[in-house]
């Protein structure tokens, strides 16, 4: 017969377990908070301008167009370009192309910048004598006409407006 002899196997006592556990729970939660502090920086400012008033008004042998809203995005806006009816605007002077801004003041010339959170009013003077230009087009009461605003960003902000 043969006895067996009991062999004693060593095995890690609790108090080094728990150590271990520990640094591995606060290693995993280091990495997890570098993780979710690096997806709130990395989410990209934005602008969006929202054009809520537009109309026209009636003036001598053309009219007045005037569209306004507010920057609702998370960075400023730079408006680049107005264009009617997918023409750009030219030829317009202090008298005919004018911006207004709560904080930007009152300019006549191109680009514009928009601060997030700003309100804006565009106001042009269209057709009759010096008056804002579009080349190649014309224009008559009850005719609807395309406003777009563009920005630096590229994005295109239309707007629809009859001319009473």
């Known amino acids: 017969m043969t006895t067996l002899i009991p062999r ?6 609790p108090v080094i377990a728990t ?3 520990i640094a591995v729970a606060v290693a995993l939660g280091i990495a997890v908070a ?3 502090s690096g997806l ?8 969006k301008l929202g054009v809520n008033t537009q109309y026209a008004t009636s003036r001598g042998s053309g009219w007045t167009i005037n569209l306004g809203g507010q920057n609702t995005g998370s960075s400023d806006a730079s408006i680049t370009q107005v264009q009617v009816n997918g023409v750009p605007l030219s030829g317009c ?4 192309f004018n911006f207004t801004s709560s904080t930007t003041g009152h300019f006549s010339n191109l680009p514009i910048s ?5 309100n804006f009013v565009v106001s042009f003077n269209l057709a009759g004598s010096s008056s804002c230009s579009v080349p190649g087009k014309t224009f008559s009461s009850g005719q609807t006409i395309q406003v777009i605003i563009i920005t630096a ?12």
């Not at 002077?93 to 005919?96: A, E, L």
């Not at 960003?153 to 009473?164: R, T």
């Open 34 to 36: 570098f993780w979710a």
């Open 114 to 118: 928009v601060p997030s959170g700003q």
């Open 8 to 13: 004693k196997r060593k095995a890690v006592s």
């Open 153 to 164: 960003a590229g994005n295109n902000y239309p707007a629809s407006i009859v001319l009473p």
């Open 19 to 21: 150590v271990i556990l």
């Open 93 to 96: 002077t202090n008298n005919d």
């Open 40 to 47: 709130t920086s990395s989410f990209p400012k934005y602008e």
